[in-house]
Nanobody
Framework: QVQVVESGGGLVQSGGSLRLSCAASGSRRFRLNSMAWYRQAPGKEREMVAHMINGGRTTYADSAKGRFTGSIDFAENKSYLQMNSLKPEDTAVYYC????????????????WGQGTQVTVSS
């Protein structure tokens, strides 16, 4: 199994920036096929913010385009979400998602969700 843990959330004023981090770990050798950032605001469904494919493109929600940048450091098994020009409507719990493959003496694929990190943007 692979686990992910987010960090970097907090309170920021409108127009400010935050950088979220997500660290993936596991007891077996694994590869990250993709990582993604989602968010869920109170009373709303969870939505994808940025989706990053290993060796492929990054896809953003329309609300994130031009303001957010997702990246992955495969050497460190970490992903980041740089959020600039934050707006009050960006307030949500942000979740990291990892699509992984364990290989070696066993082969297993799966997905992992973090516990979320709160981002609050004040007006």
């Amino acid at each position: 199994q692979v686990q992910v843990v987010e960090s970097g959330g907090g309170l920021v004023q409108s127009g400010g920036s935050l950088r979220l981090s997500c660290a993936a770990s596991g007891s077996r050798r694994f590869r990250l096929n993709s990582m993604a950032w989602y968010r869920q605001a109170p009373g709303k469904e969870r939505e994808m913010v940025a989706h990053m494919i290993n060796g492929g493109r990054t896809t953003y929600a329309d609300s994130a385009k031009g303001r957010f940048t997702g990246s992955i450091d495969f050497a460190e098994n970490k992903s980041y979400l740089q959020m600039n020009s934050l707006k009050p409507e960006d307030t949500a719990v942000y979740y990291c998602n990892a699509d992984w493959t364990i290989f070696g003496d066993v082969y297993e694929v799966g997905k992992a969700w973090g516990q979320g990190t709160q981002v609050t943007v004040s007006s």
